[in-house]
């Protein structure tokens, strides 16, 4: 059958050798056929990045001529060869090179067209030396980086001495006293003013000047400056993530970013975080989704938690639809474009290595109750609904005494009268099975650098990390690699080649299934002495595992290990056609192996009579092997052109794009585990199992993107792409999604004067687009069979395999479309000390694909998938920084990013009725429907006298709930369960987070540096549901915490929070009383390091080394229950708090 996902590639020619022909032909043509046509374009605006090291003058002309249209004509003997020059320029004409080039020497020039005159100045007459009393202050001018600044200005403030470093960045100045300061300055670099302070030696480094709005952005296929951007855009370097005790992207990302959510799962060292941009993004059966964003590293889609944070340079998030526009289909969700490192022209080389120590501790820890008080507490419950208590409460209450206080000689149970086991130990799970801190290293090693025409980055990371079990520790280990090479083949050709491979190796011990996690494990009712064998679970209250022996389970030999690995292979050829106009392409393939093996050996239990052993909870034993593979090629070829003609500025690019990807899965069984010392499949003597399936699809498409810079006043730009893809039928695969986008840099207007004492830049943005979603299942369009294992009737005494027929598909299946509407603005104050953006968005998700109308019954076949449902979701997001400096040479900055949306149903068909059970059109995500209580009854007549709760339970006492009766009915009941009739429920609260935000601080004095972060959610309402244990405790379970029990109702403490100490699950309705304020801030992570002086550096033969401490999740204020994490709030694997220790020294 012919599934038409592979977009006309065929199996029996693979795309790959497809692309590879392609790639060669098109290489073939440009070596042969453009090298003719390639000629210079000159340009009295001509602006060059400059970053020579130890170069002769020469040289440096050299390198001037072969990135500009200029030619230098000197006289021999003009030159000085023996002199070696450093320099660093960014995006500086011609002119302001030679001036800070020839600033100290006998040189001088003249400009004739594209041609430079370089001549010896005339003698000067030297002028009479005059006495000058004062003390000699000599150093040097560099970067932060260590490169020399040749031609620095160095003055005496309130005078008019002064002097220009020279080629290696020293100056020697005479200044009049002890307190005196320099005024240091250099062209694209902040001045400082700098205090003698009675010093003869001053080395001084200057920050890069670079507003954010001249910030160079990453965007689809280039780069623009933020001031010339249209579009809802967001960047973050790699200085905001580094120094954190992180274990993954997720983490480091987490606030950072306006509207870049991201959700960490729990504290599993193995745990994946998920991104998400700007909200809520579609639907799916009775859900809302918030849709992941399109991840590229360097160009590729790829995984951002398999990556090492050491490796990134930047990281850019496109938010609206005009930004994104230029990927297409699998941009409805927004795209993070993550750029790694690569080497410099002309740097020399750097080693550079870091490693990092940390240990880690679980954020949250519950204060359980010991047995006794539970015990105790169930004798009371009873008394307290007017019953008398059985003996055998009492004679366990009195057993569990004697444990307590003899545990070492009285047994951990009694025999009851009909001969069953009564379990009276005191037992502390949590303390047993969880350590209270576990260990965490990392290790990076790189080689960076580049000459003239190369560059080169290599970089190698390790990290292994422990879990918090203290049995069967979960182990978890990582492995990067990346290689960055760039190469000038010649004058019109550049390629490019990266290689990277990255693997993570995932150790864990398993609960046999259906057992539910550890975590509720461990928050089991203290009585079974948790040393003992394992019991019958005939007498368990509440389930086998829950129990049982949970350090038997996690100690039994069960483990599953977890193996991802993904390597990739990219070249990427750049032929430069005429100034201006560039060919670019590249070519990638990536493959992704991911493999997991569970083991669950046997595990024996004593029976009730404590003689005979039988099998628990594991039968039969099983291994259990999967793999996954997944193979992805990718070609995009697309061209640029720019073009000044006057005061327009035009750029056009227009390009290509093909993917294709197939993924294979295989899966093996083995049960009955023949020896446990050989863990594999074809070493078991009961049922083995085979299971296999694969798949594939492509996305072809053609892409545009158009600016327009009217003296620099108006910005117009259009993003677009005709995208195809498989999943879809033929007829309907393929759709153009095109945008729109526009700023008014009203700052620059001649009448905006009156901005200027204050204003730096003003500029306004609005942007509209559509894109499409692919992202829906393979095949989604074609009618499928499905098969039945467990056919009721024996054919020939075989039971067969049954087939179901095929599900109705409709044919007129199309795109879900994402609309975004977006209004921005952005703003630099104060000399671009106060930087500002916000925007306003809305995004209309229209053709969602959900459930159509049911059919009856009789047809034997469920209702087909349609493009009938709607969602839109609007919010904003502002980010605020400041940065200053002061004499003292202590300077700071600091950022603040808030945002917030909401989300909410436009249309849904599949809800006539508007059920509260399921989504229903004008509902908001995360709402939460609920009773109104009215605090707790008090007395017998108090029940009597209020609204009936017969519906809800059929008894009531003191110190249970009283709900309020809101529609005056006289009883309490959920009505018909809908928007119309919801009974005595409402809207109680709503979970979506609001108002999250993220601030950061950072300082620098002399060699010190800080850093401090501050994430949280402002508003955000929670319940907790009645299986979390950890809250609801005895009231559900017979476990509980001090926190909860501290506070429940007893006729001496008729003022408390919860209910009466029982299992009533009347009591725990969703209701007002019981939700939660889950807004919270949080220090997410404090560091402070220390660079070594220069001076010191240089003596032990190092370039730089910092020294740091750094600790993440360290405190937070909420006021949700401790035993829970603000960002968890459940009864999972708790986030952790780290602290760590590093070096970084660079040779």
Partial sequence: MNKNANLGFTGEFPLWRYLWTAMKTFLLFISIGLSSVYASHSSAQTRLDMNVKELTIREVFEEIQQNSEYIFFYKDGTLNDDKKV???????????????????????????????????????????????????????????????????????????????????????????????VLLVSYMGFISREVPVAGQTEIDITLQEDVSDLEEVVVVGYGTQKKVNLTGAVSQVTAEAIENRPVANMGQALQGVLPNLNINIPNGNPNATPSFNVRGGTSLSGSEFVNGSPFVLVDGVQMDINMLNPEDIESITVLKDAASAAIYGARAANGVVLVTTKKGKKSQKSQITYSNSFQFNRPSARPD????????????????????????????KLDAIRAYMDNPQETPPYIMSPGGSIIWVANTRPYDEAVRSASPMMKHNLSLRGGSEKNTYMISLGYQDQEGIYKI????????????????EVNDWLGMDYQVSWNNTVYKEPISPGGKGSWWYAMAQEPFRNINMPVKTSA???????????????????????????????KIAPTVKLLDGWNLKADFSYMSRNYRTKEVLPELWR?????????????????????????????????????????????????????????????????????????????????????????????????????????DNRYLLESNGRYDGTSRFPADRRFKFFPSISGAWRFSEEAFSGFLKPVFDELKFRASYGSLGNQNVTNYIYIPSYGTVSQV?????????????????V??????????????????????????????????????????????????????????????????????????????????????????????????????????LSTLYEGQKMGEIWGYETSGIF????????????????????????????????????????????????????NNTPRYQFGFTMNAFWKNFDLNIFFQGVGKRDYWIDGNQSLYWGGLSNGAGTWEVYNNTWTPERRDAHFPVYKNKSANRLTQTRFIQNAAYIRLKNLAIGYTLPREISEKIRVERLRLSASAYNIWEYTKVPDVFDPELMSADYPMMRSFALGLQVTF
């Fill in 86 to 180: 450093s320099l660093t320029a960014k995006e500086a004409t011609v002119e302001e090179i030679l001036t800070i080039l020839f600033g100290n020497t006998d040189l001088t020039y003249e400009l004739d067209g594209r041609q430079v005159i370089v001549r010896k100045k005339p003698a000067k007459i030297p002028e009479s030396e005059r006495e000058f009393q004062g003390i000699e202050v000599s150093g040097s001018i560099k970067d932060p980086e260590g490169v020399p600044l040749a031609g620095a200005n160095v003055l005496e403030k309130g005078t008019t001495h002064g002097v220009q470093t020279d080629f290696d960045g020293n100056y020697t100045l005479t200044v009049s006293g002890e307190d005196a």
């Fill in 368 to 395: 359980l109750l010991d047995a006794y008080t539970i015990q105790e507490a169930a004798i009371k419950a009873v008394e307290y609904e007017n019953r008398t208590p059985s003996g055998d409460m009492y004679d």
């Fill in 472 to 487: 069967n520790t979960d182990k978890f280990k990582r492995y990067n690699v990346l290689v960055n090479v760039g190469s």
């Fill in 539 to 569: 007498d368990s209250p509440v389930g086998e595992m829950y129990t049982d022996n949970i350090l038997s389970f996690m100690s039994y030999g069960s483990n599953r290990k977890t193996v991802n690995e993904r390597l990739l292979m």
């Fill in 606 to 710: 004593v029976d009730t009579d404590w003689n005979n052993l039988t099998n628990a909870h594991t039968n039969p034993s099983y291994i259990d092997k999967t793999s996954d593979r997944t193979d992805q090629y990718t070609l995009n070829v697309y061209s640029n052109y720019d073009v000044s003609l006057g005061k327009h500025d035009i750029s056009l690019l227009a390009g290509f794009n093909q993917e294709w990807l197939k993924y294979e899965h295989l899966r093996g069984r083995g049960e009955g585990i023949l020896s446990p010392n050989i863990p594999v499949i074809n070493q078991t003597t009961g049922n083995e199992y085979a299971y296999d399936g694969e798949s594939h699809w492509a996305v072809r498409g053609a892409f545009y993107r158009i600016t327009y810079n009217y």
């Fill in 792 to 808: 009721q009737h024996l054919f020939g005494g075989i039971r067969p395999i049954g087939i179901t027929p095929p599900g109705l």
């Fill in 810 to 915: 409709d044919p007129n299946l199309t795109w879900e479309t994402s609309t975004t509407l977006d209004f921005g603005m952005d703003m630099a104050l104060f000399n671009n000390r106060l930087g500002l953006s916000f925007d306003w968005y809305r995004r209309k998700t229209t053709d969602i694909l959900i459930a159509g109308d049911k059919f009856p019954a009789v047809l034997g076949a469920s209702s087909p998938t349609k493009n009938s449902g709607a969602m839109q979701t609007e919010g904003w997001e502002l980010e605020v920084k400041w940065r200053d400096q002061f004499r003292s040479g202590f300077r700071y900055d600091v950022a603040l990013n808030l945002w917030d949306y909401q989300s909410k149903v436009v249309a849904f068909n599949g809800n006539p009725n508007k059920l």
């Fill in 938 to 989: 008090q007395t017998e007549a108090e029940i009597e006298a209020a609204p009936s709760q017969h519906l809800l339970n059929s008894q009531w006492f003191p110190g249970d709930i009283r709900y309020t009766d809101r529609n005056g009915d006289g009883e309490i009941s959920p009505g018909e369960n809908t928007v119309d009739n919801p009974g005595d429920r409402k809207i109680i609260g």
